[in-house]
C-alpha cells in the first residue's frame, strides 16, 4: 500500500494550492481519508476528512471555509484544495487512510506559505 502526496511549494498569502494523495494497494472508498498538517511547533493536526460512509466532510475550524476535501474515484486519488492560503498554512502535509484494522501513511508534501 502506498500514499503518495504532491503539489506542495511556495505560495504568497492569499495564494492557492492543490494536494494530490495519489493511493495505491487498496482503494480509497474503502477507506476513511484524512489531510494531517505537522509543524514543529503545533504538532500534527487533523484538518479534513473525507468519510466512507457517504457523510460530509469534516474540516478543522482552522481551514474551514478554505479548504476542500474531495475525491477522484478514476484516480483513486484523494484532493486537497487550499485556498486563500495564509502563513500559519506552512506545514508539512500528510494524508493518511483508516480502515479494517489498518491505519496507512504518505511522506508528505511541504507546503509554505510566505510572502
Known amino acids: 500500500v502506498q500514499l503518495v502526496e504532491s503539489g506542495g511549494g511556495l505560495v504568497q498569502p492569499g495564494g492557492s494550492l492543490r494536494l494530490s494523495c495519489a493511493v495505491s494497494g487498496i482503494t480509497f472508498t474503502n477507506y476513511v481519508m484524512r489531510w494531517y498538517r505537522q509543524t514543529s511547533g503545533v504538532g500534527r493536526e487533523l484538518i479534513a476528512t473525507l468519510s466512507n460512509a457517504g457523510l460530509a466532510p469534516i474540516y478543522a475550524d482552522s481551514v474551514k471555509g478554505r479548504f476542500t476535501i474531495s475525491g477522484d474515484n478514476a484516480k483513486n486519488t484523494v484532493i486537497l484544495q487550499m485556498n486563500n492560503l495564509e502563513p500559519e498554512d506552512t506545514a508539512v502535509y500528510l494524508c493518511?487512510?483508516?480502515?479494517?484494522?489498518?491505519?496507512?501513511w504518505g511522506q508528505g508534501t511541504q507546503v509554505t506559505v510566505s510572502s
Open positions: 493518511n487512510a483508516r480502515g479494517h484494522s489498518r491505519n496507512y
